[in-house]
T-cell receptor, first 115, second 114 residues
Framework: NAGVMQNPRHLVRRRGQEARLRCSPMKGHSHVYWYRQLPEEGLKFMVY????????ESGMPKERFSAEFPKEGPSILRIQQVVRGDSAAYFC?????????????FGPGTRLTVL | AQTVTQSQPEMSVQEAETVTLSCTYDTSENNYYLFWYKQPPSRQMILVIR????KQQNATENRFSVNFQKAAKSFSLKISDSQLGDTAMYFCAFMRSSNYQLIWGAGTKLIIKP
């Protein structure tokens, strides 16, 4: 049973470009969470999605950031017009049910570097 | 708001020794979950152990065990017979039972020396 898949593992963008990060949850999991990790820090919650629905995006910056989890295909975290401060590791996690009673399992992360 | 504090930025022990990593948290909730995650040099985030607050018994997973002190809001991780592969960042995380957002500590860097 494959774990949570994220790609790419490393992404380099120049300022002003767009970054697209992909996450495929574990088989049977319908809940996806995105977290951001800045250097030397713990993770910070960004957004929680179910299929075709954004449940909570309270941790996501209001501008330039968006997320989706379509009926078919992976969840996508999109960052438009990237800036140097967006450089971080972005982790996706999934759970079969809403978190709390179920543990969130993490992917390997995507390391975004903005030049 | 909930907060998680890991007061040890870095620890170093010899292989085969026992090491304890500390974690304290602040919450007014009565029902919640606590986790320890490990992040090795590969940067993958790996679940180590999980504790439900309503359970008095401390969780154990092989060489990993916790000392959960609910009244003191303390959740320490003990690693017995430490191995070189235990070298990693260790993060303590908190989740309310009514929510799903994991609240993370800043991490403790653990180095196991041969």
């Amino acid at each position: 049973n494959a774990g949570v898949m994220q790609n790419p593992r490393h992404l380099v963008r120049r300022r002003g470009q767009e970054a697209r990060l992909r996450c495929s949850p574990m088989k049977g999991h319908s809940h996806v969470y995105w977290y951001r990790q800045l250097p030397e820090e713990g993770l910070k919650f960004m957004v929680y999605l179910q299929k075709e629905n954004i449940i909570d995006e309270s941790g996501m910056p209001k501008e330039r950031f968006s997320a989706e989890f379509p009926k078919e295909g992976p969840s996508i975290l999109r960052i438009q017009q990237v800036v140097r401060g967006d450089s971080a590791a972005y982790f996706c996690a999934s759970s079969p049910e809403r978190g709390g009673t179920d543990t969130q399992y993490f992917g390997p992360g995507t390391r975004l570097t903005v030049l | 708001a909930q907060t998680v504090t890991q007061s040890q930025p870095e620890m170093s022990v010899q292989e085969a020794e026992t090491v304890t990593l500390s974690c304290t948290y602040d919450t007014s909730e009565n029902n919640y979950y606590l986790f320890w995650y490990k992040q090795p040099p590969s940067r993958q985030m790996i679940l180590v152990i999980r504790q439900e607050a309503y359970k008095q018994q401390n969780a154990t997973e092989n060489r990993f065990s916790v000392n959960f002190q609910k009244a003191a809001k303390s959740f320490s991780l003990k690693i017995s017979d430490s191995q070189l592969g235990d070298t990693a960042m260790y993060f303590c995380a908190f989740m309310r039972s009514s929510n799903y957002q994991l609240i993370w500590g800043a991490g403790t860097k653990l180095i196991i020396k041969p």
